[in-house]
């Protein structure tokens, strides 16, 4: 079974930055796709970014797009959302995702296409 821890959420100024980490264990990280979710109160939860296996290959979600960036070390079994220019719609729980069969980029971009879930990190941007 694997597990999936994030950290590095907390309160942040508009305009500021954060990065953000989810720990894996329990599986086998380099042949997961990874992604980054996140869901603001009142609101679904929605696709942030997502990586290929090798690191090569991203998506993102046109709202991030030029300010976040997705990344992974398979060597310490992480990936990372570096969150730069962070406005106030970026406030929300961010969750990890890691999908064991890589479907293409259109279902990567889904929820239900992942397979193991992280418990979240609130990110709070203040302005």
């Known amino acids: 079974q694997v597990q999936l821890v994030e950290s590095g959420g907390r309160l942040v100024q508009a305009g500021g930055s954060l990065r953000l980490s989810c720990a894996a264990s329990g599986g086998t990280f380099s042949s997961y796709v990874m992604g980054w979710f996140r869901q603001a109160p009142g609101k679904p939860r929605e696709f942030v970014a997502a990586?290929?296996?090798?690191?090569?290959?991203?998506g993102y979600a046109d709202s991030v797009k030029g300010r976040f960036t997705i990344s992974r070390d398979n060597a310490k079994n992480t990936v990372y959302l570096q969150m730069n220019i962070i406005v106030a719609e970026d406030t929300a729980v961010y969750y990890c995702?890691?999908?064991?069969?890589?479907?293409?980029?259109?279902?990567?971009?889904?929820?239900?296409?992942?397979?193991?879930w992280g418990q979240g990190t609130q990110v709070t941007v203040s302005s």
């Open positions: 995702a890691a999908d064991r069969r890589f479907m293409g980029w259109a279902a990567a971009r889904t929820s239900g296409s992942y397979d193991y």
């Open positions: 990586l290929s296996t090798s690191g090569v290959t991203t």
